[in-house]
């Protein structure tokens, strides 16, 4: 008979909790997030994996079929995270990858509705976020290769023992928040960018910052370049037809779109609409055409811009899948008795029968202690 399998701590345990006390701080992206393709970029499941290789860098994004591939709408609560990061940071106050928060905090901050239906599209996007596998050797250091980890370790819905929803935990990897934390790799962003509706328009806002930010020639690509960088599935005519969509469109919040020809090649170019004197982003390649490989499966059919209902509508949230194996005993749900400390820092959080009414925070006042 096999010895039964050792009991794993929480790693919350082993964190000191970073406590959410506003929704109000300016959105930061991370800069590896926003040029490389970690998130399905359609509204429908995905569970192709991605493989995506340039010169040394590599990134390999694996789902699983009951969740589906986190999405690029599921990456607004990581921008949310960095932002909160950042913005206390600055403020002085010490910060921790394990966070505490309300989701009304996050889903106001985001652009979202706060009704009882939107808690519940949160706690799928969390999910996906979780059972999502990342690989890539980015920011390796210089005796290791590859790291593997979940956009989320752990999360958890924390209510009173009648059922109250007081808010929320989650733990994000090591390698997001070393990465938020360094100040050179994070970009503020407009926050008009939440209300950006097609998936492939958003993944461009994201490549349009990081690239041209606000150089006065801005930045050109190759558009089959940029479907490799995309991860889309759609094919590339299909990807350059949604380009100049979204180029007729302009729905880009800082930047124009234009599409050239050169060489028998199909070009765009990204122009910021408030120019600097200073490039704002380091140039790698003026024509993003170089040592692109192969991704994905290029002839599917759906295209990441077909629908455009909420995104996290799509699916019923079922229980976390065995990817995080030490951390999903600790996540979904847990109920916990009312502390004394909750008691006095805050009211009730909205429930489903009181979604418009702001929460109080239940966790404590402050982001954390003083440096």
């Known amino acids: 008979m096999s010895s039964p399998r050792p009991i794993t701590a929480s790693e919350r345990s082993k964190l000191d909790p970073f406590v959410v006390a506003t929704g109000d701080?300016?959105?930061?992206?991370?800069?590896?997030?926003?040029?490389?393709?970690?998130?399905?970029?359609?509204?429908?499941?995905?569970?192709?994996?991605?493989?995506?290789?340039?010169?040394?860098?590599?990134?390999?994004?694996?789902?699983?079929?009951?969740?589906?591939?986190?999405?690029?709408?599921?990456?607004?609560?990581?921008?949310?995270?960095?932002?909160?990061?950042?913005?206390?940071?600055?403020?002085?106050?010490?910060?921790?990858?394990?966070?505490?928060?309300?989701?009304?905090?996050?889903?106001?901050?985001?652009?979202?509705?706060?009704?009882?239906?939107?808690?519940?599209?949160?706690?799928?996007?969390?999910?996906?976020?979780?059972?999502?596998?990342?690989?890539?050797?980015?920011?390796?250091?210089?005796?290791?290769?590859?790291?593997?980890?979940?956009?989320?370790?752990?999360?958890?819905?924390?209510?009173?023992?009648?059922?109250?929803?007081?808010?929320?935990?989650?733990?994000?990897?090591?390698?997001?928040?070393?990465?938020?934390?360094?100040?050179?790799?994070?970009?503020?962003?407009?926050?008009?960018?939440?209300?950006?509706?097609?998936?492939?328009?958003?993944?461009?806002?994201?490549?349009?910052?990081?690239?041209?930010?606000?150089?006065?020639?801005?930045?050109?690509?190759?558009?089959?370049?940029l479907h490799q960088k995309s991860g889309s599935l759609v094919r590339v005519s299909d990807f350059a037809l949604q380009i100049r969509r979204i180029a007729a469109r302009q729905p880009l919040p800082g930047y124009r779109l234009r599409i050239e020809r050169g060489d028998r090649r199909e070009l765009l170019r990204i122009l910021p609409v408030h120019l600097s004197t200073v490039p704002v982003d380091s140039a790698v390649e003026t024509l993003g055409t170089s040592h692109a490989n192969g991704i994905g499966i290029p002839h599917a059919a759906l295209s990441g811009l077909r629908t455009h209902e909420p995104q996290l509508m799509l699916w019923p949230e079922t229980a976390i899948p065995g990817l995080n194996l030490e951390s999903n005993s600790e996540s979904n749900s847990c109920s916990w008795p009312a502390r004394s400390e909750d008691k006095q820092a805050a009211a009730a959080a909205p429930t489903p029968e009181h979604p418009s009414r702001q929460p109080s925070l239940p966790f404590a006042r402050k982001p954390g202690g003083k440096r």
Request: net charge positive; hydrophobic share 40%.
């Open 25 to 225: 701080a300016s959105p930061r992206d991370q800069r590896d997030l926003m040029e490389r393709p970690f998130f399905s970029l359609a509204k429908a499941r995905r569970t192709t994996p991605i493989h995506y290789a340039a010169g040394d860098v590599r990134v390999e994004v694996y789902a699983v079929p009951e969740h589906g591939m986190a999405t690029i709408w599921d990456a607004d609560v990581l921008i949310w995270a960095a932002s909160q990061i950042v913005e206390a940071e600055n403020l002085g106050f010490k910060t921790s990858r394990f966070l505490r928060f309300t989701p009304y905090q996050l889903l106001t901050a985001i652009g979202r509705q706060t009704g009882a239906r939107d808690y519940k599209l949160l706690k799928g996007a969390l999910a996906r976020l979780q059972s999502t596998v990342i690989r890539t050797t980015i920011r390796n250091g210089e005796h290791w290769k590859r790291h593997q980890f979940s956009w989320i370790n752990e999360w958890e819905e924390c209510t009173t023992r009648d059922g109250r929803v007081e808010g929320m935990e989650f733990v994000l990897p090591d390698w997001f928040y070393r990465g938020v934390i360094d100040r050179s790799l994070v970009l503020a962003i407009d926050p008009t960018y939440f209300r950006l509706t097609g998936g492939i328009e958003r993944w461009l806002y994201r490549v349009a910052r990081k690239h041209a930010g606000r150089q006065p020639k801005g930045w050109l690509f190759e558009i089959a370049h």
